[in-house]
């Protein structure tokens, strides 16, 4: 269920930039707020991001070579 957030204290520069930004997009400044709040909850915080690296760093035994990590960063480009 959705709720209502109240954020104080935003500096006139940061509320006029997210304004800005809100406007560039065609979006209300509420629409385009809460579409960035809802994008950086998706995303892992960095601790949790270098937990996940750190696992699978021990999962699998050691650093990939670097011929691998460049043939993985190509399939991702594909």
Do not use: F, K, N
């Amino acid at each position: 269920m959705p709720v209502s957030m109240t954020i104080r204290d935003v500096p006139d520069e940061t509320r006029d930039e997210l304004a800005a930004r809100a406007a560039r997009a065609g979006q209300s400044l509420q629409e385009y707020v809460r579409a960035q709040l809802i994008e950086l909850a998706r995303r892992p915080s960095p601790m949790d991001l270098w937990d996940r690296v750190e696992r699978r760093v021990r999962a699998s035994g050691g650093r990939p070579a670097a011929r691998e990590i460049l043939d993985l960063r190509d399939e991702d480009r594909r």
